[in-house]
Each structure stands twice: as structure tokens, then as C-alpha cells.
């Protein structure tokens, strides 16, 4: 039997209307443009400020593009898989409220938790589905509302975060393009320096939660952007060893954008000039699990096929990790 890789495509995106610029920010909490571009390189960073609309919105919203793009048929998907943190509701998944708005009813769907690498452990998982031969239509999903955990009188955490989902499609193919290799790590001692406090099974929601902002992200900066730092650059290295790729055949590195700090390190260890970095920090900030594709949305006309792309990502958990994807297509755009 040939053998299957799974290939990228399409992709859609979505990010909401909404611009919390830094001026704005800095008239709710003590901080400045000066610093959050100098510590963090966030410029503005968009917000789903509409009620009642929560991660699925914008899911739905990336995942209905990418259908489109695509020339997908609804019947057509075998299965949906959301990378998201901020899912909305406890149960049910964002995954299965996709599938009814989508009208997708010949697909199973889940969410997965892997926080800001939830992309990364989701392309592989739905890579390892297709390459076993029994699905031919899988979209994968990165989003979240990382408003909606974050505390906007806390200046450390708050210039950080945005929102955005996108969502790529992945199918067989026997030519030599797609995921083809991932190294994927988790360190379970990271729960102390990055976790939310409250609203899970060990601390549910109490007035005394809502009181002291515990349903939002605490974060310990400097300990996680060592780790970041440490942990990105090396399994990036790692991966472009193992697969023989060296600063000359790699096309696109599409790093987690987090702080533009760890992704200056991470190109720099690399040995590869920003010019060959997908950035986006500037304009959306750190919308976790849906950093990696709204990248790869935002930038969609730059790739070509055949490139050579190293995805790599670090979150709570910790997890981190690093995707190898050779571009299967030429953007229309
Ligand atoms: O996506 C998941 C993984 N997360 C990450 O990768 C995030 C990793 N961490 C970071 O990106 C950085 O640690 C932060 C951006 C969170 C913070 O940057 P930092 O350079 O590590 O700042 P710091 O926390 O060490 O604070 C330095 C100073 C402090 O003042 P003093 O104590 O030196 O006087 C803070 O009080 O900066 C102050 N500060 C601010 N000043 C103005 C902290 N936040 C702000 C602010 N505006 N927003």
C-alpha cells in the first residue's frame, strides 16, 4: 500500500471587529506603548466584545471560510477537532457546536486542550486520523476568546492576550507534502508558573472566585518565557536536524506568538532572518491556540508549494512542540 500523508489544503480565519489599541489599554491599567512594544511587541489586539458570542462564534466564522475556500461540502467532513482553552461552556465541546451550525452530519468532533500548543497536538492528531486510512476531510480548528479569561486590572497579564480562531483543512495524499514530522512534549510541572486558578473541579466557582479574578490567567512572566525561550528553540532545532533542514531549505518558521522577544530568540538560535518568520504578534497578540493558523491565514499568499514550514509553539501545561509541514498549494489570492 502507498503510503498516506496528510496534507494542508486550506485555510480560513477569523478575527473579530473589535481593536483594543495600546492607548486604549493603557487608560485601564498603569502601563504604556513604550512597554508593552519594548517587553512584548503587542501593538493592538482584537476583542470579541458582543454578547453572547463566545469561542464557537469565531470558530464557526474561520471554519464556514474554510469550507468555502476549500470547495468543501458539508456531508464531505469526517471530522472536527477545536484547539481551544476557552471553550463555551464546560461541556459541550465547541467541536460539537460547530458540527450543528455547520450542518456537518457525517462528522465526529472533540475539543482539545493543550493550551497555547493546542494547534500543534491538534495537526498531528488529525495527520495520525488521516494517515491511518480511514478519514478524507478533516478540519482542524485553533481559537480562542482569551478575553474572556483575562484580567484586565492585572497590567502583566493584560497586554498580552487577543482573540481570533482559525481553521485549516487536512486530507490524504501520496505525494511527498503535508505534516510530515512533529515532535510534541509535555511537562506536567509546569501547573504552578501558568494556570487558571478556578472554575475547574478543584476550586468551582464561588463568589469568593468571581471576587479575587481566580477564573482568569495567572501567569508567573519571566519563569514561562525562560522555558519558552529554552523549550521552543530547542525542539525546533531538533526537528530541522532530523529532517535535514538547515537555515537554506527552511522556507517559513511560524512561531507562537507569544512575546516578540521568545520569537526573536527562536529565529535567532535558528540561525533564520525575521524576514523569514510569520509574525502577526503586533496585531493580534496572543490568541493561544489560534496563534499558529491565523499566521498561516494572514500570510496564505506568501506560501508557496513545496516550501518547507517549522511550526513550533509552548504552553500551560507545559506543552510544547514542533511541526514539520512541506506547503501543498499555491494561494488563489
Ligand atoms: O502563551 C503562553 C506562554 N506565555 C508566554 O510565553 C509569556 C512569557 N512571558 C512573557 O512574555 C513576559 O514575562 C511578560 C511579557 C509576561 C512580562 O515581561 P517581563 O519582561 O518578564 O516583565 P516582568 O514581569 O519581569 O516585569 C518587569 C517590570 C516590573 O517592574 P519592576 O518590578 O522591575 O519595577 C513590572 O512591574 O515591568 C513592570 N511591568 C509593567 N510595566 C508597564 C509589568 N507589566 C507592565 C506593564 N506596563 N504592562
Redesign the pocket.
Known amino acids: 500500500m502507498e503510503k498516506i500523508n496528510a496534507i494542508i489544503t486550506g485555510v480560513g480565519g477569523y478575527v473579530p471587529d473589535y481593536v483594543l489599541n495600546n492607548e486604549e489599554l493603557s487608560r485601564m491599567?498603569?502601563?504604556?506603548d513604550e512597554?508593552?512594544m519594548t517587553?512584548?511587541g503587542v501593538k493592538e489586539r482584537r476583542i470579541l466584545n458582543e454578547e453572547g458570542l463566545g469561542t464557537s462564534y469565531m470558530a464557526r466564522k474561520a471554519a464556514k471560510q474554510l469550507m468555502q475556500k476549500a470547495g468543501s461540502q458539508a456531508d464531505e467532513i469526517d471530522l472536527v477537532i477545536v484547539a481551544t482553552s476557552t471553550a463555551d461552556y464546560p461541556f459541550p465541546s465547541v467541536a460539537s457546536i460547530l458540527c450543528d451550525k455547520l450542518g456537518l452530519k457525517n462528522a465526529f468532533a472533540f475539543d482539545m486542550q493543550a493550551?497555547?500548543s493546542g494547534f500543534l497536538y491538534a495537526m498531528e492528531t488529525a495527520a495520525s486520523f488521516i494517515r491511518s486510512g480511514r478519514y478524507k476531510k478533516i478540519i482542524v480548528v485553533g481559537a480562542d476568546k482569551m478575553s474572556s479569561i483575562t484580567n484586565y486590572t492585572d497590567?502583566?497579564?493584560c497586554?498580552?492576550f487577543g482573540d481570533g480562531a482559525a481553521a485549516i483543512m487536512v486530507e490524504p495524499t501520496t505525494e511527498e507534502y503535508g505534516v510530515l514530522d512533529s515532535i510534541l512534549h509535555t511537562d506536567g510541572k509546569g501547573l504552578p508558573f501558568?494556570h487558571m486558578k478556578a472554575g475547574g473541579s478543584v476550586c468551582p466557582a464561588s463568589y469568593f472566585t468571581v471576587d479575587n479574578h481566580l477564573h482568569t490567567v495567572y501567569?508567573e512572566?519571566?519563569t514561562?518565557?525562560k522555558y519558552?525561550v529554552s523549550n521552543m528553540s530547542d525542539v525546533s532545532a531538533t526537528i530541522a536536524e532530523k529532517n535535514n533542514l538547515t537555515k537554506d531549505n527552511i522556507d517559513w518558521v511560524v512561531p507562537?506568538q507569544?512575546?516578540m522577544r521568545?520569537i526573536d530568540a527562536v529565529a535567532n538560535r535558528m540561525e533564520i532572518p525575521l524576514e523569514k518568520v510569520l509574525i502577526n504578534i503586533d496585531r493580534y497578540g496572543?490568541t493561544?491556540a489560534a496563534t499558529l493558523p491565523l499566521c498561516i491565514w494572514d500570510f496564505e499568499s506568501k506560501l508557496k508549494k513545496g516550501d518547507n514550514l517549522i511550526f513550533t509553539a509552548?504552553?500551560?501545561g507545559f506543552t510544547w512542540g514542533a511541526v514539520y509541514v512541506k506547503w501543498g498549494y499555491d494561494s488563489q489570492n
Open positions: 491599567v498603569d502601563t504604556n512597554w508593552i517587553r512584548i493550551a497555547c497590567r502583566a497579564t497586554p498580552i501558568l501567569q512572566g519571566r514561562v518565557f519558552a507562537h507569544a512575546n521568545i496572543n493561544s509552548f504552553g500551560a
